[in-house]
């Protein structure tokens, strides 16, 4: 069979081109751009990645290519893979922080742990002598016994810095002294026995009225104050530290019985007193 003329080859690789666009019917965004070119059979190219069809009417090789909408299109669905795994990632993410934090409630509302118990036992006044003048100085000793109770029974309480002093309406009137670094098992008792000591102390002139007036009262209110660190302990687990205050009233009378005419006056300590404890 004869072969058609070029022109007419070309004519018919035009019109299925036409065809297959019609069929595709794609919306111009995303329809692909076609292009016909004509073979012999003798120049078929060796590898055919594109659409290849043979016109019927001749022995030419048409063949469809596709523009470069298809890169785009490759080149969004790798975007939108990368967007989808990272929301992947960061669900997981959420998810494991979700599940950590709900672990560590559900731990701490089982095993509560519970502020430790302070208590004032005794308070010793040996020696609390004002001296007046431009600026009063207070001179005192003080021994005071107190004791710390671990009230959780699945929680242990390491003391890693506490230190004690006495106040009086709110001014420091000793120095701060050091008690001794403890760990309290569940339920323990530990007990302290430090002397708190300060010596000529300056005191502000409204405070050094205020002790002669309560010193001629026949009466005293100091307080013990406790600072310190803690740390809690679950099992092996240990916790950060967390500051302690302690706060401790000390109320003392006159000793009639050992107080003499011109001496100083001595003061008792009433009873045992239970300490706000601050965490």
Same mark, same amino acid.
């Given at each position: 069979?004869?072969?058609?003329?070029?022109?007419?080859?070309? @004519?018919?690789?035009?019109?299925?081109?036409? /065809?297959?666009?019609? =069929?595709?019917?794609?919306?111009?965004?995303?329809?692909?751009? /076609?292009?016909?070119?004509?073979?012999?059979?003798?120049?078929?190219?060796?590898?055919?990645?594109?659409?290849?069809? /043979?016109?019927?009417?001749?022995?030419?090789? !048409?063949?469809?290519? =596709?523009?470069?909408?298809?890169?785009?299109?490759?080149?969004?669905?790798?975007?939108?893979?990368?967007?989808?795994?990272?929301?992947?990632? /960061?669900?997981?993410?959420?998810?494991?922080?979700?599940?950590?934090?709900?672990?560590?409630? !559900?731990?701490?509302?089982?095993?509560?742990?519970?502020?430790?118990?302070?208590?004032?036992?005794?308070?010793?006044?040996?020696?609390?002598?004002?001296?007046?003048?431009?600026?009063?100085?207070?001179?005192?000793?003080?021994?005071?016994?107190?004791?710390?109770?671990?009230?959780?029974?699945? =929680?242990?309480?390491?003391?890693?810095?506490?230190?004690?002093?006495?106040?009086?309406?709110?001014?420091?009137?000793?120095?701060?002294?050091?008690?001794?670094?403890?760990?309290?098992?569940?339920?323990?008792?530990?007990?302290?026995?430090?002397?708190?000591?300060?010596?000529?102390?300056?005191?502000?002139?409204?405070? @050094?009225?205020?002790?002669?007036?309560?010193?001629?009262?026949?009466?005293?209110?100091?307080?013990?104050?406790?600072?310190?660190?803690?740390?809690?302990?679950?099992?092996?687990?240990?916790?950060?530290?967390?500051?302690?205050?302690?706060?401790?009233?000390?109320?003392?009378?006159?000793?009639?019985?050992?107080?003499?005419?011109?001496?100083?006056?001595?003061?008792?300590?009433?009873?045992?007193?239970?300490?706000? !404890?601050?965490?």
């Amino acid at each position: 069979m004869p072969s058609l003329p070029l022109s007419y080859r070309y @004519a018919t690789s035009l019109l299925i081109t036409s /065809f297959l666009q019609s =069929i595709l019917s794609l919306p111009p965004k995303y329809a692909p751009s /076609f292009g016909a070119l004509l073979y012999k059979p003798n120049h078929t190219p060796s590898r055919c990645s594109t659409h290849c069809l /043979f016109s019927p009417l001749s022995d030419s090789l !048409v063949v469809i290519v =596709i523009g470069s909408t298809m890169k785009k299109d490759c080149g969004i669905h790798g975007e939108q893979k990368r967007h989808k795994l990272y929301r992947h990632l /960061f669900s997981t993410f959420l998810v494991l922080l979700i599940l950590a934090f709900l672990a560590v409630l !559900v731990v701490w509302l089982v095993l509560r742990p519970t502020k430790p118990k302070f208590y004032l036992q005794d308070a010793d006044l040996l020696r609390f002598n004002l001296t007046p003048g431009a600026t009063p100085l207070l001179t005192s000793v003080v021994q005071v016994t107190l004791s710390s109770r671990n009230p959780n029974d699945r =929680i242990g309480v390491y003391y890693d810095r506490i230190d004690a002093y006495v106040l009086y309406k709110k001014q420091q009137v000793t120095t701060a002294t050091a008690l001794p670094s403890v760990y309290q098992g569940h339920n323990d008792v530990t007990v302290w026995s430090p002397y708190l000591s300060g010596a000529d102390v300056p005191l502000a002139p409204y405070l @050094a009225d205020a002790l002669s007036q309560d010193e001629n009262a026949g009466y005293l209110l100091l307080y013990v104050r406790v600072d310190g660190l803690l740390r809690w302990k679950v099992g092996t687990w240990i916790s950060g530290h967390y500051h302690l205050q302690a706060n401790c009233p000390a109320f003392l009378t006159v000793d009639t019985a050992k107080s003499h005419g011109g001496a100083p006056p001595l003061f008792r300590f009433q009873q045992i007193t239970v300490c706000s !404890v601050d965490v």
